[in-house]
């Protein structure tokens, strides 16, 4: 540089000297700086390849996670129906074991029991026919109520024969503890 370039820059020779040696260093490990940056480049790739990292997946269709999903919930379904039908086999109890004893009235509870006729008791004696029956009133007994009650099914008829038994003139004048005579044989 010219000494007049130098004065105007205000820039001593030192400064320079020193930005020259500065050049001079860059240029010559500039090489250097590549082959290094080069090397670790190699060995950051050789460590991905060992670290074993495989490319994803494709992503499934929807129609694979509805099948899938359709599936699933019908087993779930079919479980769940097979264990509570399970569950209410085994808490209610088996009205065929118990059988009621000969001569005894048994209250219905709804449910219908079948009891096998004893044959040989059939053909020595023949069945008790019934006439009547005694039934106490109580609170919410409705004379239809009775009627289905003892009959399976309403019946004006029955209702009649329950009145003219009893010498009911109102059929709705029930009360409490009240007794009344039920007539079987209609």
Sequence with gaps: MNNTTLRRSNIT????????????????????????KQSKNKELDALWQSFGVKQQKTEKAPQVYFVTGL?????????????????????????????????????????????PADTSSAKTKPAP?????????KEGDTLESIVIRFYGSFDMNKVNAIQDVNKMANPNALSIGQKLIIPMNQ
């Design 71 to 115: 599936i699933t919930g019908v087993i779930i379904t079919l479980l769940i129906t097979t264990f509570v039908s399970l569950l209410i086999n085994v808490s209610t109890p088996k009205d065929d074991s118990i059988a009621p004893e000969k001569g005894t009235a048994v209250e219905s509870s709804g449910k219908f029991t079948f009891i």
């Design 129 to 137: 026919v019934l006439t009547n029956e005694e039934y106490v009133v």
């Design 13 to 36: 020779r030192e400064k320079v000297a020193m930005m020259e040696a500065l050049n001079r260093y860059n240029r010559e490990h500039q090489d250097e700086d590549f082959y290094r």
